[in-house]
């Protein structure tokens, strides 16, 4: 049974740094596309960004400030955040792309 556990949520100022991370079992991990999206309150769900192998895709609206990574042997992949903004501020969730498996979201507000 595939599972995606995600974690490192937190409240931060403006301008501050955190690190998500996603947690895998049950899945060859190696073969995933891990991707992380977001939910603000009263918004759809949008894509943040995925990572295959070494290929990254990242939203505009977060290029420069995230970055995703993985690391296959520990079956764990990353989504570091720094120059956070207010309008950062969602439920934050991985998912194995194009498949129906999600973690069970983690909390980011960025407030000052």
């Known amino acids: 049974q595939v599972q995606l556990v995600d974690s490192g949520g937190g409240s931060v100022q403006p301008g501050g740094s955190l690190r998500l991370s996603c947690s895998a079992s049950?899945?060859?991990?190696?073969?995933?596309?891990v991707a992380w999206w977001r939910q603000a309150p009263g918004k759809a769900r949008e894509f943040v960004a995925r990572?295959?192998?070494?290929?990254?895709v990242y939203a505009d609206s977060v290029k420069g400030r995230f970055t995703i990574s993985r690391d296959n042997t520990k079956n764990i992949a990353h989504l570091e955040m720094n120059n956070l903004r207010p309008e950062d501020t969602a439920v934050y969730y991985c998912?194995?792309?194009?498949?129906?498996?999600w973690g069970q979201g983690t909390q980011v507000t960025v407030s000052g």
């Open positions: 049950g899945v060859i991990f190696r073969e995933l596309i």
């Open positions: 998912n194995s792309w194009n498949t129906h498996y």
């Open positions: 990572i295959y192998n070494t290929n990254t």
